[in-house]
């Protein structure tokens, strides 16, 4: 089976930028479909970014512009890259992988943004 492990996240500044991976390790994953999803202290889990098996990219409204989502499937990474960081975008980021049989969840990064 897939197991998931994300990395990247940190403590940073309003308006700084971090860049967060998602790697893949296991049974070899033939373009999955992706997502990042997150939740906030108090908050649901929402979806943050997801790119489908066709390629199909989508954004929340609440970040897009801010964010870019990409995958490198020779290296069985997704990355998640965030700019100008909000205090709002303070949470547990999660990659998520859909297979044509399992969905495969990581353990989170903690993403903190500083006032």
């Known amino acids: 089976q897939v197991q998931l492990v994300e990395s990247g996240g940190a403590f940073v500044q309003a308006g700084g930028s971090l860049r967060l991976s998602c790697l893949a390790s296991?049974?070899?994953?033939?373009?999955?479909?992706i997502g990042w999803y997150r939740q906030a202290p108090g908050a649901q889990r929402e979806s943050v970014a997801t790119i489908s098996r066709a390629g199909n990219i989508n954004y929340a409204d609440s970040v897009k512009g801010r964010v870019t989502i990409s995958r490198d499937n020779a290296k069985n990474t997704a990355y998640l890259q965030m700019n100008s960081l909000k205090p709002e975008d303070t949470a547990v980021y999660y990659c998520?992988?859909?297979?044509?049989?399992?969905?495969?969840w990581g353990q989170g990064t903690q993403v903190t943004v500083s006032s």
């Open positions: 998520n992988y859909l297979t044509l049989t399992q969905t495969y």
């Open positions: 296991g049974r070899t994953i033939s373009i999955p479909a």
